[in-house]
Each structure stands twice: as structure tokens, then as C-alpha cells.
T-cell receptor, first 114, second 112 residues
């Protein structure tokens, strides 16, 4: 069974640009989560999608947005990139919307903003 | 608000030493508690979990007990190996909010 897959694995952008990160959940999983792991800061919750809708978002500015497609894959978009957006972006999926279900994580997209 | 606090790293141990990584939490209600591990160059993997007070989660020789009285979920292993070198994240989640709160992670270095 394929795990959570993310693309691209690495990305280099400059300030002010826009970026789109992609995530494919495990087959049958309907919930997708996005996290930011900045150097030394641990994981910060960004967004949660379930059944195609945004269910919750963390404390990030509106230039962080995303969507979930009918096949449950998801995109994370970041507009007007800033240097501090440099981080590892992790996607995770779970099989239900219940919080005590475990998350399965992808390997992440390493974004560098120059 | 809900949060998780972990001991700061890095933690450096010799092979076969005893490991404790402290984790305490703040939450209303009855959260589930988790330990995730991130090996170098990889995403996070669930290591163990506990869903109610006094539950003990265990996996690969690691254990953690959900202590409601001390709001703690400390990770322990009796004899660490070099292959245990990774970053360990404590996390909590609550049923009705479906949001995981992660600690800042503790890096473990095990030397041969």
C-alpha cells in the first residue's frame, strides 16, 4: 500500500513568489492535514481538509491557503513568499475525521526562500 | 489553550543507556496522547499512543504512560540503540477538534 506522497521533495523560490505543494493521501483516507516544520520550531498546524472542505486552520496568515480535490488529494498554496516561510512542509492523512485516529505522514517538501 | 511541552534537546546517550524524554500537556477534556518519531530525511511516524488515563502505549521497546494527575506522557526506553537516533515529538489530539498539537521535538543522538 502506498503511503502519503508529497511533491516536489525540494523547492527553491525567491521572496514574493508563489508556490504550490501537493499531497496524495493514503488510498481510502479522506482527511488531509498540512504542517509547517520550521528549523528549531517543531510542528505547527496549518490546515485540515476533510471530504473536500476546509475544517480548521492554524494561526497562519491568509496567504497560506489550500484545497482538497474530489480524489482527496490536496494542494497547499503560499503566496507572496517571505524568508521565514523556509521550512519543511509535511502532509498527513487519516482514515476518518476522528481526532484519535493516527496520522500518517509524508516525507515532506523542503521549501527554501531566498 | 491546549499545548504540549517537551524537554529541550539534543539528548546524547551511549548505546544501551536508559532514555527518558519528558512531555507534559495542557488540555481541557480528555485528549489522546501520542509519540511520533522522525528519522533523518524522513517524515513522521507514529511510535505509540494512549487514549485514556493510565493507559500505557508501547512499541519497539519504547513505553509511555498517560498520567492525568501529573498531565504527563514521558517516553522511556530501557536500552537505546544507535538506530534510535531521531527526533521525537510528543503530541495530543482531542476528539471534537481534530487538531493535533505537537511539542517542539527532542533530538536524540545515540553514540556507539
Amino acid at each position: 500500500e502506498a503511503g502519503v506522497t508529497q511533491s516536489p521533495t525540494h523547492l527553491i523560490k525567491t521572496r514574493g513568489q508563489q508556490v504550490t505543494l501537493r499531497c496524495s493521501p493514503i488510498s481510502g483516507h479522506t482527511s488531509v492535514y498540512w504542517y509547517q516544520q520550521a528549523l528549531g520550531l517543531g510542528l505547527q498546524f496549518l490546515l485540515w481538509y476533510d471530504e473536500g472542505e476546509e475544517r480548521n486552520r492554524g494561526n497562519f496568515p491568509p496567504r497560506f491557503s489550500g484545497r482538497q480535490f474530489p480524489n482527496y488529494s490536496s494542494e497547499l498554496n503560499v503566496n507572496a513568499l517571505e524568508l521565514e516561510d523556509s521550512a519543511l512542509y509535511l502532509c498527513a492523512s487519516s482514515s476518518t475525521a476522528q481526532a484519535n485516529e493516527k496520522l500518517f505522514f509524508g516525507s515532506g517538501t523542503q521549501l527554501s526562500v531566498l | 489553550g491546549d499545548s504540549v511541552t517537551q524537554m529541550e534537546g539534543p539528548v546524547t546517550l551511549s548505546e544501551e543507556a536508559f532514555l527518558t524524554i519528558n512531555c507534559t500537556y495542557t488540555a481541557t477534556g480528555y485528549p489522546s496522547l501520542f509519540w511520533y518519531v522522525q528519522y533523518p530525511g524522513e517524515g513522521l511516524q507514529l511510535l505509540l499512543k494512549a487514549t485514556k488515563a493510565d493507559d500505557k502505549g508501547s512499541n519497539k521497546g519504547f513505553e509511555a504512560t498517560y498520567r492525568k494527575e501529573t498531565t504527563s506522557f514521558h517516553l522511556e526506553k530501557g536500552s537505546v540503540q544507535v538506530s534510535d537516533s531521531a527526533v521525537y515529538f510528543c503530541a495530543l489530539a482531542k476528539y471534537n477538534f481534530n487538531k493535533f498539537y505537537f511539542g517542539s521535538g527532542t533530538k536524540l543522538n545515540v553514540k556507539p
